[in-house]
């Protein structure tokens, strides 16, 4: 079981962090990525992240802005967003999946996962 949290209101610009706690022993054996859904569009990717943490991916969106990460001590992966603009306005997706395929056109697809958090919004405004 996923939960997300960490979502709110920011002006543009601004920085939020959002966290997504795993329940269970095996949250080191899943690739953890986060996906985002505006009103009236289809999920789409944001970032990925192995499961050593050796490898992320980002969509190009997002690149050089947001920063994946993961505590697997903690059971927790981490989106740190900063230079928030009003477009990045969504509602916020962890997911995760014990696929081995850790290549970015395979974790941008949003049916490859079989766990899903709640979701949590953020909202930038102008």
């Known amino acids: 079981q996923l939960q997300a949290s960490g979502g709110g209101l920011v002006q543009a610009g601004g920085s939020l962090r959002l966290s997504c706690a795993a329940s269970?022993?095996?949250?080191?054996?899943?690739?953890m990525s986060w996906f985002r859904q505006a009103p009236g569009k289809e999920r789409g990717f944001v970032a990925a992240i192995s499961r050593d943490v050796a490898i992320t991916h980002y969509a190009d969106s997002v690149k050089g802005r947001f920063t994946i990460s993961r505590d697997n001590a903690k059971n927790t992966v981490y989106l740190q967003m900063d230079s928030l603009k009003p477009e990045d306005t969504a509602v916020y997706y962890c997911?995760?999946?014990?696929?081995?395929?850790?290549?970015?056109?395979?974790?941008?697809?949003?049916?490859?996962?079989?766990?899903w958090g709640q979701g949590t919004q953020v909202t930038v405004s102008s």
């Open positions: 269970g022993p095996t949250f080191s054996a899943y690739v």
């Open positions: 997911a995760a999946t014990q696929a081995n395929n850790v290549g970015s056109y395979y974790l941008r697809v949003p049916s490859h996962y079989n766990h």
